[in-house]
């Protein structure tokens, strides 16, 4: 198997408008206009039971990590401005988590991953990266 030309490592979420709920997340927008351009995509991320898989394009390649709930955001308009609350968090990402043939991807982003993200770990990603030549984002080229 070869290396997609993006991979997007990040939690999908869950947006709550009010009654309204959809799917979002950082991770999945870039993973979704990154296969819109054309490229080849992979995905890996962590969510619960109630994720709706099925909004994420098949071509793109996900590969997800078990967690107990998804990543829950709670957006509400107040009269200073909007306020987000997170709800719920996903498991957290690590380098170990990401499969060994997508290490050479030509680009990436990497998220937070929750507030429980590991900052280590993303840079110590794009350390390996770069040791190959490969252009992470985030690092400069």
């Known amino acids: 198997m070869s290396s997609p030309d993006f991979v997007a490592i990040g939690h999908v979420t869950l947006d709550r408008f009010g009654e309204s709920t959809r799917p979002g997340g950082s991770a999945l927008y870039a993973a979704v206009t990154a296969h819109?351009?054309?490229?080849?995509?992979?995905?890996?991320?962590?969510?619960?039971?109630?994720?709706?898989?099925?909004?994420?394009?098949?071509?793109?390649?996900?590969?997800?990590?078990?967690?107990?709930e998804t990543t829950v955001f709670e957006h509400r308009h107040e009269p200073g401005g909007?306020?987000?609350?997170?709800?719920?968090?996903?498991?957290?990402?690590?380098?170990?988590?990401?499969p060994e043939d997508w290490?050479?991807?030509?680009?990436?982003?990497?998220?937070?991953?929750?507030?429980?993200?590991?900052?280590?770990?993303?840079?110590?990603?794009h350390r390996r990266r770069r040791g190959r030549g490969g252009a992470g984002l985030g690092d400069g080229r």
């Open 103 to 125: 290490r050479d991807a030509r680009a990436d982003l990497a998220g937070a991953g929750g507030r429980r993200g590991r900052s280590d770990d993303r840079d110590a990603l």
């Open 82 to 98: 909007r306020v987000s609350h997170v709800r719920s968090v996903a498991s957290p990402l690590t380098t170990a988590d990401v």
């Open 36 to 68: 819109r351009l054309g490229l080849s995509v992979g995905l890996l991320t962590s969510h619960g039971d109630d994720f709706p898989l099925e909004v994420i394009p098949p071509k793109i390649e996900v590969v997800s990590m078990p967690a107990d």
